[in-house]
T-cell receptor, first 113, second 116 residues
Framework: EAQVTQNPRYLITVTGKKLTVTCSQN?????MSWYRQDPGLGLRQIYY???????DKGDVPEGYKVSRKEKRNFPLILESPSPNQTSLYFC????????????FGPGTRLTVT | AQSVTQPDIHITVSEGASLELRCNYS??????LFWYVQSPGQGLQLLLK??????LVQGIKGFEAEFKRSQSSFNLRKPSVHWSDAAEYFC??????????????FGSGTRLSIRP
């Protein structure tokens, strides 16, 4: 089954404790991205990756890092989480040549205390 | 820059009543528009999309949307809502770029509640 998976689905952590949210897709998609969803703001793009070893900032990249060492994986790294990063995070993927068919993961709800 | 506006933050309708969720976009050319639904605790599901052609688009779960260029709108409708339609709905537009870095711009969402 074609899908985007994220782990963990729920995470409660404390300020400053480094964490990684994993994202994996099995559709051989070149393009992957991370969004955060906040009430009243919709989904905003954090980072995206056009292919392996090619990443770029989205609209709200501050406080986040990403890496793309393999085509299927696109982890989101919070080196020093802060309470304002409490949010719902979605990973998404698509074919590079098809900007219209994007597949979303189930989401990761992160709480930073 | 492209943008999407959903003017209604929260709407409550009675079960069986009709529904219309508003969406306005800002885009210079023909937009590529979507409606997504997010049920409580779930991810995003694509309801329908408009690229070109017929301005009335049919989607899943009995939803439809009408593209009106003159009003820059892409409103979502359903003739009779069910309690299971309670969810958050997002309108979105594709922001095309010269490269393959095109991305989806989302509206702020409309939360739909259903009154029994």
């Amino acid at each position: 089954e074609a899908q985007v998976t994220q782990n963990p689905r729920y995470l409660i952590t404390v300020t400053g404790k480094k964490l990684t949210v994993t994202c994996s897709q099995n559709m051989n998609h070149e393009y992957m991205s991370w969004y955060r969803q906040d009430p009243g703001l919709g989904l905003r793009q954090i980072y995206y990756s056009m292919n392996v070893e090619v990443t770029d900032k989205g609209d709200v990249p501050e406080g986040y890092k990403v890496s793309r060492k393999e085509k299927r994986n696109f982890p989101l790294i919070l080196e020093s989480p802060s309470p304002n990063q409490t949010s719902l995070y979605f990973c998404a993927s698509r074919l590079a040549g098809d900007p219209y068919e994007q597949y979303f993961g189930p989401g990761t709800r992160l709480t930073v205390t | 820059a492209q943008s999407v506006t959903q003017p209604d933050i929260h709407i409550t309708v009675s079960e069986g009543a009709s529904l219309e969720l508003r969406c306005n976009y800002s885009y210079g050319a023909t937009p590529y528009l979507f409606w997504y639904v997010q049920s409580p605790g779930q991810g995003l599901q694509l309801l329908l999309k408009y690229f070109s052609g017929d301005t009335l688009v049919q989607g899943i779960k009995g939803f439809e949307a009408e593209f009106k260029r003159s009003q820059s709108s892409f409103n979502l409708r359903k003739p009779s809502v069910h309690w299971s339609d309670a969810a958050e709905y997002f309108c979105a537009v594709v922001q095309l770029t010269y490269s393959s870095a095109s991305k989806i711009i989302f509206g702020s969402g409309t939360r739909l509640s259903i009154r029994p």
